[in-house]
Nanobody, 123 residues
Framework: QEQMVESGGGFVQPGGSLRLSCAAS????????MGWYRQVPEKQRELVAG???????NYADSVKGRFTISRDKGKNTVYLQMNSLKPEDTAVYYC?????????????????WGQGTQVTVSS
């Protein structure tokens, strides 16, 4: 059973930094993309950053220059380094992974989500 486990959220003052991690496990044949979304109450989940299998990255305009996404292919783990945090970055952060999964019986693409980790930026 594929799953994604997040860690690294918490409370930080404005201007501070946090690093989120998300490790995927299960019958993963290959990775198509991994990344992070965030969500605040009563708003839609928004893409924060993504990274594809060839290492291409994309970021929300609101985090460009402050957040950096990276990936450890061997560990099926994605990271989000968040610097210069602002109160408006407060949200629950969810990692996702789009993988090629399956077995000798057949492979298929599937997307999985982490459980979410709270990031609170406040003085």
């Amino acid at each position: 059973q594929e799953q994604m486990v997040e860690s690294g959220g918490g409370f930080v003052q404005p201007g501070g930094s946090l690093r989120l991690s998300c490790a995927a496990s299960g019958s993963i044949f290959s990775t198509n993309a991994m990344g992070w979304y965030r969500q605040v109450p009563e708003k839609q989940r928004e893409l924060v950053a993504g990274i594809t299998s060839d290492g291409s990255t994309n970021y929300a305009d609101s985090v460009k220059g402050r957040f950096t996404i990276s990936r450890d292919k061997g560990k099926n783990t994605v990271y989000l380094q968040m610097n210069s945090l602002k109160p408006e970055d407060t949200a629950v952060y969810y990692c996702y992974g789009n993988f090629r999964v399956g077995s000798v019986a057949g492979l298929y693409d599937a997307q999985f989500w982490g459980q979410g980790t709270q990031v609170t930026v406040s003085s």
